[in-house]
């Protein structure tokens, strides 16, 4: 993940938010072109938050947020091992590089020079549309703004539900799962946070069957929730 030009990288669990919120609206509607409400008032209490207009706000802090998640660029990597008819083995490494959105449109309806009316639409772009379509994680909009006040577990929320609704047993080493989301810190500091979060979710979704034991976290046949 990296900032484009001098903006900084989006933090917290605002980003978080706004981007599993896009994502559930473009999987359910199929559209590339999200709209985000008829003013800011709208799209901060879509996402479950309380509109403030103070300085230093829910809104200001929202519209800071998608301004770097539209300024910030993301890659990922995959490698896929196989063996070839000789017995040898190949590795197969795929690298994607990407921006969340591609546009960012506003309207305004101006009468006696005051603004009587404002919609904001984003319009994502092809490589992650296509990538949100192909592999779509089903989330529910009121976990995910029940979540909110904890990052670590809305991460956990769309992490566990794109690998849940299966008959397999996926355990995944804790150490791995830090990786994952991006955590620099002692396994032993990170192991209460995640069995906290995961309790946290639970409490949402309670059909989420999956236990943390020992340096592991395991995920049993859990059915998703409907979006």
Known sequence: ISAIGNQSLP?????????????TIAVKYGTDKIKLGKNLKEFVEALGYRASYIEGGTNEQVLNQLDRLFKTEFSHETSKKTFNE??????????????????????????????EKTEVFVRLSNTYYKEIKAHPVPLSLETIKKLKKSPLAL??????????????????????????FGIKEELWRFRPKAEKALDSLKKFWPECNVVIKKQAMIILPTKTQIV
Not at 92 to 114: A, C, H, M, P, R
Not at 157 to 176: C, G, Q, V, W
């Open 11 to 23: 933090y917290g669990g605002i980003p978080r938010l706004i981007i599993l919120y896009i994502n």
């Open 86 to 115: 000789s017995g040898q083995l190949e590795i197969n490494t795929k690298q994607v590089t990407f921006k969340i959105f591609d546009e960012k449109e506003s309207f305004e309806t101006l009468k006696g020079g005051f603004t």
């Open 155 to 180: 991460d956990l929320y769309a992490f566990i539900s794109y690998r849940a609704n299966t008959r397999k047993i996926i355990p995944i080493k804790l150490e791995d799962l830090m990786k994952q």
